[in-house]
């Protein structure tokens, strides 16, 4: 079981940014690829941004605003998150999955969550 830790989720104003961090037990990335996902209250957990060693996804909503990226000598992978909007806040959470294994599905690890709240 991979072990997954995030940080950096905070209070934001709208248009303003944050940085979430997510450090992983190990080699996490020579087996898995790496994801954030969010949930919002009343919503189902949804996949933000994903990375392989093929390059990186995200979901519409995010694009040109988001950006995933990763620093495998210190296990570690990032979420830049640029001109937030109020509809951005939910806890967001760090997940390392098989390779291979669409984005859709609820597997692998999970780190415990951090939450990003965008308010004025």
């Known amino acids: 079981q991979v072990q997954l830790v995030e940080s950096g989720g905070g209070l934001v104003q709208p248009g303003g940014s944050l940085r979430l961090s997510c450090a992983g037990s190990?080699?996490?990335?020579?087996?898995?690829?790496m994801g954030w996902y969010r949930q919002a209250p009343g919503k189902e957990r949804e996949l933000v941004a994903g990375i392989t060693s093929g390059g990186s996804t995200y979901a519409d909503s995010v694009k040109g605003r988001f950006t995933i990226s990763s620093d495998n000598a210190k296990n570690t992978v990032y979420l830049q998150m640029n001109s937030l909007k109020p509809e951005d806040t939910a806890v967001y959470y760090c997940?390392?999955?098989?390779?291979?294994?669409?984005?859709?599905?609820?597997?692998?690890?999970w780190g415990q969550g951090t939450q990003v709240t965008v308010s004025s």
């Open positions: 190990g080699s996490i990335f020579s087996l898995n690829a």
């Open positions: 997940n390392a999955r098989p390779r291979g294994t669409g984005w859709g599905s609820q597997v692998g690890s």
